[in-house]
């Protein structure tokens, strides 16, 4: 088993910049993916980017195309813990923010934590 724990959410105003942090423990893998997931009000989750760590030694990062230049993802392997820096928030932001992982090469992520709230006013 694998935990999650999100924290870092909160409110913010338009145009502002906030991080966000998963801390994994429990189960760990070799290589593996951490993403950070959004699911705003009566919306369907969205995948946001995602960091692969291979043999727990170099990683590549993926991005929603909608959101790349205003999100950065970064990982402390060490550590166990994936960050989002979100910068020049929108309204539209607003969502709760999950993160999961899943084992390198297996399609679903398996592992969820329990989401953190992200709030933008306008």
């Known amino acids: 088993q694998v935990q999650l724990v999100e924290s870092g959410g909160g409110l913010v105003q338009t145009g502002g910049s906030l991080r966000l942090s998963c801390a994994a423990s429990g189960r760990t893998f070799s290589s593996y993916d951490m993403g950070w997931f959004r699911q705003a009000p009566g919306k369907e989750r969205e995948f946001v980017a995602a960091?692969?760590?291979?043999?727990?030694?170099?990683?590549?990062?993926t991005y929603a195309m909608s959101l790349k230049g205003r999100f950065i993802i970064s990982g402390d392997n060490a550590k166990n813990t994936v960050y989002l820096q979100m910068s020049s928030l929108k309204p539209e932001d607003t969502a709760v923010y999950y993160c999961a992982v899943r084992e390198a090469g297996t399609d679903d992520y398996e592992y969820w934590g329990q989401g953190t709230q992200v709030t933008v006013s306008s």
């Open positions: 960091i692969t760590w291979i043999r727990r030694s170099t990683f590549s990062t």
